[in-house]
Antibody
Framework: QVQVQESGPGLVKPSQTLSLTCSVSGGSINSADHYWSWIRQPPGKGLEWIEY???????YSNPSLKSRVSTSLDMSKNQFSLKLSSVTAADTAIYYCARISRTFRGAFDVWGQGTMVTVSS | DIQMTQSPSTLSASVGDRVTITCRASQSISNWLAWYQQKPGNAPKLLIYKASTLESGVPSRFSGSGSGTEFTLTITSLQPDDFATYYC????????FGPGTKVDIK
């Protein structure tokens, strides 16, 4: 049973870079069958896809965030990481990491519990 | 990029009711459509993928249909555990979620 778990600072100052890591257990991120993704949810609002990464390192980003976001893989640690630069209060949200199944036609079949990130000075 | 809309945004229903939620995509996404259930304080849970395939362990009262640009999620007999927010999600290289439908108690 694959599980994913987010980790990182809960508080980030405006204009700084938000950095989160997702640890994957029970399966390998070096898989052609899955993508690895970040999604966020501002308090009381809906879900927003951020980016996903393939085992090859290819990434696809939400056009609205593309200029500020990057995701990378660490195969040795079976982790992937998110960096979101120049954050503002609008980036305050619960951040989820999740697995996308190619077999499931792009559905997110495994989710982390989420980590709350607040942008404030 | 595709836009996803859902209707209604809020739905008030009673236990035992049949509930239908509609999701529309701004362009055809074939059957690259998933549905999720989210309860307060929890991550979303996958219910249906490929528009109509029930995820393992999901009760059979949930069903999905549609293709192209119009999709529906149906709950045939609403149970107390089903009061939650439901999201559709489309995929065509990029990913978009619908705004959500909150199902609350009538």
């Amino acid at each position: 049973q694959v599980q994913v778990q987010e980790s990182g600072p809960g508080l980030v100052k405006p204009s700084q870079t938000l950095s989160l890591t997702c640890s994957v257990s029970g399966g390998s991120i070096n898989s052609a069958d899955h993508y690895w993704s970040w999604i966020r949810q501002p308090p009381g609002k809906g879900l927003e896809w951020i980016e996903y990464i393939f085992y090859s390192g290819t990434t696809y980003s939400n056009p609205s965030l593309k200029s500020r976001v990057s995701t990378s893989l660490d195969m040795s640690k079976n982790q992937f990481s998110l960096k979101l630069s120049s954050v503002t209060a609008a980036d305050t949200a619960i951040y989820y990491c999740a697995r996308i199944s190619r077999t499931f036609r792009g559905a997110f079949d495994v989710w982390g519990q989420g980590t709350m990130v607040t942008v404030s000075s | 990029d595709i836009q996803m809309t859902q209707s209604p945004s809020t739905l008030s229903a009673s236990v035992g009711d049949r509930v239908t939620i509609t999701c529309r995509a701004s362009q055809s996404i074939s059957n690259w459509l998933a549905w999720y259930q989210q309860k307060p304080g929890n991550a979303p849970k996958l219910l249906i993928y490929k528009a109509s395939t029930l995820e393992s362990g999901v009760p059979s009262r949930f069903s999905g249909s549609g293709s192209g640009t119009e999709f529906t999620l149906t709950i045939t007999s609403l149970q107390p555990d089903d009061f939650a927010t439901y999201y559709c999600q489309g995929y065509n290289t990029f990913i978009t979620f619908g705004p959500g439908t909150k199902v609350d108690i009538k």
